[in-house]
């Protein structure tokens, strides 16, 4: 019996994040927040749920913001768009 299984990736969710700003250029309204979800799948059905990937983008100055280099109010935004 041959089996598939392995990792895929869901659909990525992105919001813009309205009230902050971004620390490096300062520009505010620019953050956009996206959440890439990965699954474990068999025979491509997704069984069990992995750890999301998530960062921050500013839209201006084009630099990305994951893991320690995010601002508690970028971790609160993201948890949102989990939601």
């Given at each position: 019996m041959i089996l598939?299984?392995?990792t895929r990736t869901g659909s990525p969710?992105?919001?813009q994040l309205q009230g902050l700003s971004c620390p490096f250029c300062s520009q505010k309204g620019s953050l956009s927040a996206t959440l890439l979800p990965h699954f474990v799948h068999l025979f491509w059905i997704p069984?069990?749920?992995l750890r999301p990937?998530?960062?921050v983008a500013c839209d201006h100055c084009k630099k990305q913001?994951?893991?320690r280099e995010l601002t508690p109010e970028m971790l609160e935004a993201l948890?949102?768009?989990?939601?």
């Open positions: 598939f299984f392995g969710k992105t919001r069984v069990y749920r990937l998530r960062w913001y994951e893991g948890e949102k768009v989990a939601d």
